[in-house]
Every structure is written in structure tokens, then in C-alpha cells.
């Protein structure tokens, strides 16, 4: 910086006779009109002293000798080459004359003042901090103005000064201190007395990906680049930190080890970690070994700049990465888990996460148990656990079951309430009517809504004595209010049979207490299959004549010679009754009316020793002989 003490003022009057020439320094100068009178700097007295007064002189001084003239222009050539010493975007020192409320007037020592905007003096607090008498160095930007001034800025010098620390920070290689700004393009405005730029890829020996969060805070970097007359600076925080971290990072490496308790902090924080710096050297500290309870985000325990304490839990000197844990500096709570909660245990705890399988349940930090989703109701049917539960939401539930190695325990949350089915046999005992409301149909029967959650099912087979039904649709409907029967409970698997039928007398049981095994009846074909014929006995009474039982003869295709709602006497030839079943047959009638006949042939003829072939003949003809008589 060049500071450069200005010489004494001079003035040059208007009028020419204002000021005597006591000193004779400056000889008169001949003119027609009129001369100009000059007055030379006056050396300053001592306090005590009193000033000259300059007088009159007696009589007119006698015109100018080529000496003198000489002399003149000497002294004059040597006035203003002490002028020529100030050139414009020099800085130099001035003294403060005085100070207004608008500006301040400073004396550099050139041929006139200079004033300067109150605005540039004006500190952080509004104050004006310099007063008359005080010395401030100030930047040339004109010798005069209009008005005769010279022009002074205090900024523009205060800038300059530090353009020149930079320029020597930048020669010298030694660390700068700057304020960040704002983000810019491609990294930082940084203050540092002048305005500079910190690329994104100097501020941190790793990626920083929130630069906003540097906003503020007060760094040391390095100059790496500058160039004054295009005012552009460019600084490198990651040139010093490395420096740094290597000298560090030396000491670390020396005595870092497995299992070793280190302090340090926290760089950086990621989805999956955050690095700790242990001294020149990052650590990862994944988010599974920051707290034996559930963390879903690392920022939820740490916050960059936190001095925490950390162990090595592994250490690769030659890759240099090192991984660290926290939660191992504190006991594991799954030590004592079967103690605290043994199986039949009820404990409270908070819902931290909802699944499609269930709920987990935090016991305390780092002890969570799991309710499945069969086990959150006895009567609904929970098709999510969002239905019933929410997160953070405080319940009471029972040990079901714990695997301490496996860090597992089983919670039931409707073990805490009594179970209905167990209470349903004492409220519907079997062969009980209840009344419930229809609720879904399947293709094997109708749900019926017996009490809140609590659903029977009756069974296709169950709907009616009479009827073949093939889909429950053709007797209920949903929504239809129903009375049925008990059937059958089964509390441990939660099931209620019902029946409809059950409710009407029991047609089969009435039929087969009227007839036996030989009985002739007389039925009507509602069915041919390939293997027989059903037959329609009653009213919801059906029986099987066999295709064997059909005629004497083979019959092949027996939908050729019976046709639904044929009618035929026929013998009950087989019953069983458990499985409701009948069967009958069209060729024992037959064979019965054949023997009938046969012993009233034998009783007509009077003769015992007839043959079949007698029988046969004559049969033949009894039907001719009713066939002519139709005709």
C-alpha cells in the first residue's frame, strides 16, 4: 500500500492585494494591469509565539529583475511538481477537518480539500466513530472536481488495502478468514473484506450437498487464485483443512484400534449413517449402531456438530475406513428381556409401526414385540392393523411368546379381553334357535351374523329337508334376517355350525318309520342317469333304482325306456339311513307278479307238475288275448 504525506497547502487569492508578501519568497511579476500577489507557506510557531501580522508595505516595491523573475518560476515549477506527486487511485493519508452531518472534510495536503459521504464513515451500529484531528487514509478518484475538490472515498481505500492483503495472502500462501454470504452458482459468495468465491468443491474434502447450511459461518481458507483488475478472488477451504487433517490424521492413525473409546464429531449425516471425524480421520457410524431402539432417520439422534463418544467397532489401516458405534457403549436391553417380560406377562407399550401382518410395539428403547394381526381381535376378521391401532398410540397387550437370541417377542392384544367363544356355548347351547342377520353367501352355504363379530355358518346341506339346493341364493338372501339352530361350536378354532332345515320335521325320518325293507310303493322318475334312475317317493323322500334293477333284461341306455315322471310300482330293496339313502327295484315286481301268477296258473290246471314253459305260454296268451279286446 502506498500512504503518501501531502506538502503544505498554498493559496492563490482573488484579489491581489488581500495578502501582504512579508516574506518576499515570490517577487512581483510585471504586469500592464494589474499584479497577482502570492503568498508562500508560512512555517508553523510554536504555541507561544505569537503569528505574524502581515502589514502593508510602505511604499510600491520596485519593478521585478531578470533575477528575480528566475527565481519565480523556479520556486513556481517547484510548487507544482509537489501537486504532481498525487495521482488519481493512489491511497494516501489525510487528516480529518471536519465533520458534518452530511460529510466529512478531509486535508490530504493537496492544493484543496476534500469531502467525503458521512455514509462511508458510518460503523455497524449507525455511529460516526472519527472527529476532527483524526487521521484516515483515503483513495484518490479525482484531483478536482467542479467545484475544485478533490474527490476521496474512504471505502474505495479501505479495499484496496485489502485487495493488497490478498495479493500478499495469495504470494505468501497464508490463511484467509471470511464470512459466508450466500449460495451462488457452483458454491459460496464469501466476505473476507471484499467479496470472493468458494467453489462447491473446495468447501469440504467430501461433498457437502446443503451449502445453505454453511450460510453465516465464519471460515479459513486459502487464496488460490486472484486477479485484482477483474475483482475476482477465488479461495479453497478444502486446501487448508486438508493440511489440517494430514498432520491429524498421522496422530489418529497411530494409536487407532478395535474396541478403542474415542471422541469425536459428527461431519456429516446421511440416509444410512453419519461420519464422525475422529481427528484427521472420518468414521461411518451407521444408524444400526447409534441406539438399541428404533431410529427411522439418523438427524432423529444427531445433528451435524455434535460432540459425541464413539467406539471403534472395526478397522481396516490399510483401506483407512473405520466403522464406529454408539448403543455399544450402553447395556443391550435383550439381556434381561425373558426377565422383565416372561410369556403370560401383560405389559404396556407404544405402537412405532404398522405393518399388513401386524403391529410393532416399542417396550422400551430398543425392546420392541410384535402383535399379529390374528391376534388383535377375537371376533373381527382385521384385514390391516390400522383398522384397530394407530402409531405412537399407547395399548396393553400380553406376552405370547420370546426368542432372546432372535430379539423376538410375540405380543396378543385380545388376550387382555375375555374371549367370546369361549362364553358362546354358555349363551347358545347346542339345539338352541338363535336369530341373526344374513350376512355374505358362499357356494357352500350362508353366514349368518349371530352377535357383534360373531358369525355361524350354515351349511348348503343344512338349508332345507326337502329341496336340492345348489347355491344358497335359491333360499336366502343377504341381508335377510334368518332363525336357525345350533349345530355345533368350536371355540378354539372359532367356529358355529347352523342349520335352517333343522327348524321343520324331518320328512326321511317320517318315511322310513312308515315303511320297511320289502314294502311295495310306488314312485315317480325324476332323474336317468347312465347308472339308474331317481325316483321320487315323497315329498323330499328321493330313492336309486339301479340300472341292474331296472328290468330282467340288460338295458343299456336306460333314458330310452324311462322318462322323468314315468310312474312304477317298485320294492324297497335297500335302506340306509344314516346317509339318507333308499334303494329300489322295478325288476323285483316284476319277478313277484311272475310268481304270483305261476301259482295261480297251478291252482287253475290242477296239476302240480307244469312246467315254466306252460306258464310262459299261457301269460303270452292272457296278453293277446287283452289285446284284441282293446282293440
Not at 220 to 244: D, F, T
Amino acid at each position: 500500500m502506498a500512504v503518501v504525506q501531502g506538502p503544505l497547502r498554498a493559496v492563490w487569492p482573488r484579489e491581489p492585494d488581500a495578502i501582504p508578501n512579508p516574506g518576499g519568497f515570490f517577487p512581483l511579476m510585471p504586469d500592464t494591469e494589474k499584479t497577482e500577489k502570492v503568498v508562500a507557506p508560512i512555517a508553523p510557531k510554536a504555541e507561544d509565539e505569537p503569528a505574524p501580522v502581515a502589514t502593508a508595505p510602505a511604499e510600491e516595491p520596485a519593478e521585478p529583475t531578470l533575477d528575480d523573475a528566475e527565481e519565480y518560476e523556479r520556486l513556481l515549477d517547484m510548487y507544482d511538481v509537489s501537486f504532481r506527486n498525487f495521482a488519481e487511485g493512489e491511497v494516501v493519508r489525510g487528516v480529518v477537518l471536519r465533520v458534518s452531518e452530511s460529510e466529512v472534510v478531509v486535508d490530504v495536503g493537496y492544493k484543496s480539500e476534500g469531502m467525503i459521504a458521512i455514509e462511508e464513515f458510518r460503523d455497524e451500529n449507525g455511529e460516526i466513530p472519527v472527529k476532527t484531528g483524526d487521521s484516515v487514509d483515503v483513495l484518490i478518484e479525482k484531483t478536482e472536481d467542479r467545484e475544485g475538490y478533490v474527490v476521496l472515498s474512504k471505502e474505495k481505500a479501505e479495499k484496496m488495502k485489502v485487495w493488497d492483503e490478498v495479493e500478499r495472502a495469495y504470494q505468501e500462501r497464508r490463511v484467509v478468514t471470511g464470512r459466508v454470504i450466500e449460495r451462488v452458482k457452483g458454491g459460496l459468495a464469501v466476505d473476507i473484506g471484499v467479496r470472493a468465491f468458494l467453489p462447491g468443491s473446495q468447501v469440504d474434502m467430501r461433498p457437502v450437498r446443503n451449502l445453505d447450511a454453511l450460510r453465516g459461518q465464519e471460515l479459513r481458507m486459502r487464496v488460490i487464485k486472484v486477479n485484482k483488475k477483474r475483482g475476482n478472488i477465488v479461495l479453497s477451504r478444502k486446501a487448508v483443512l486438508e493440511e489440517e487433517n494430514a498432520e491429524k490424521k498421522q496422530e489418529t492413525l497411530a494409536t487407532l484400534e478395535e474396541g478403542k473409546v474415542l471422541d469425536g464429531v459428527v461431519k456429516n449425516i446421511t440416509e444410512y449413517g453419519a461420519f464422525v471425524d475422529l481427528g484427521g480421520i472420518d468414521g461411518l457410524l451407521h444408524i444400526t449402531d447409534m441406539s438399541w431402539g428404533r431410529i427411522n432417520h439418523p438427524n432423529e439422534v444427531l445433528n451435524v456438530g455434535d460432540e459425541i463418544r464413539v467406539v471403534v467397532l472395526k478397522f481396516d489401516r490399510e483401506s483407512e475406513r473405520v466403522s464406529l458405534g454408539m448403543k455399544q457403549l450402553q447395556a443391550d436391553p435383550w439381556t434381561t428381556a425373558t426377565i422383565k417380560y416372561p410369556v403370560g406377562a401383560r405389559v404396556k407399550g407404544r405402537v412405532v409401526s404398522l405393518t399388513d401382518y401386524g403391529a410393532f410395539v416399542e417396550l422400551e428403547q430398543g425392546v420392541e414385540g410384535l402383535i399379529h394381526v390374528s391376534e388383535m381381535s377375537w371376533s373381527k376378521k382385521v384385514k390391516h392393523p390400522s383398522k384397530i391401532l394407530s402409531v405412537n398410540q399407547e395399548v396393553e397387550c400380553q406376552v405370547l411368546g420370546i426368542d432372546q437370541e432372535a430379539h423376538r417377542i410375540s405380543l396378543g392384544l385380545k388376550q387382555v379381553e375375555a374371549n367370546p367363544w369361549e362364553q358362546l356355548a354358555e349363551k347358545y347351547p347346542i339345539g338352541a334357535k338363535i336369530t341373526g342377520k344374513v350376512r355374505n353367501l358362499t357356494e357352500f352355504g350362508a353366514f349368518v351374523e349371530v352377535e357383534e363379530g360373531i358369525d355361524g355358518l350354515i351349511h348348503i346341506s343344512d338349508l332345507s329337508w326337502t329341496k336340492r339346493v345348489k347355491h344358497p341364493s335359491e333360499v336366502l338372501k343377504k341381508g335377510d334376517t334368518v332363525e336357525a339352530v345350533v349345530l355345533n361350536i368350536d371355540a378354539e378354532n372359532q367356529r358355529l355350525s347352523l342349520g335352517l332345515k333343522q327348524l321343520a320335521t324331518d320328512v326321511w325320518e317320517d318315511y322310513l318309520a312308515n315303511h320297511n325293507i320289502g314294502d311295495l310303493v310306488e314312485g315317480k322318475i325324476v332323474r336317468v342317469t347312465t347308472f339308474g334312475a331317481f325316483v321320487e317317493l315323497a315329498e323330499g323322500v328321493e330313492g336309486l333304482v339301479h340300472v341292474s334293477e331296472l328290468d330282467e333284461k340288460r338295458i343299456e341306455k336306460p333314458e330310452e325306456q324311462f322318462k322323468p315322471g314315468d310312474l312304477f310300482p317298485m320294492k324297497i330293496i335297500k335302506v340306509q339311513e344314516d346317509e339318507r339313502k333308499i334303494g329300489l327295484s322295478i325288476k323285483a315286481v316284476k319277478a313277484d307278479e311272475f310268481q304270483k301268477d305261476f301259482q295261480t296258473y297251478r291252482q287253475s290246471s290242477g296239476s302240480d307238475r307244469s312246467t315254466i314253459g306252460d306258464i310262459l305260454r299261457a301269460q303270452q296268451e292272457a296278453a293277446e288275448a287283452k289285446e284284441k279286446e282293446g282293440e
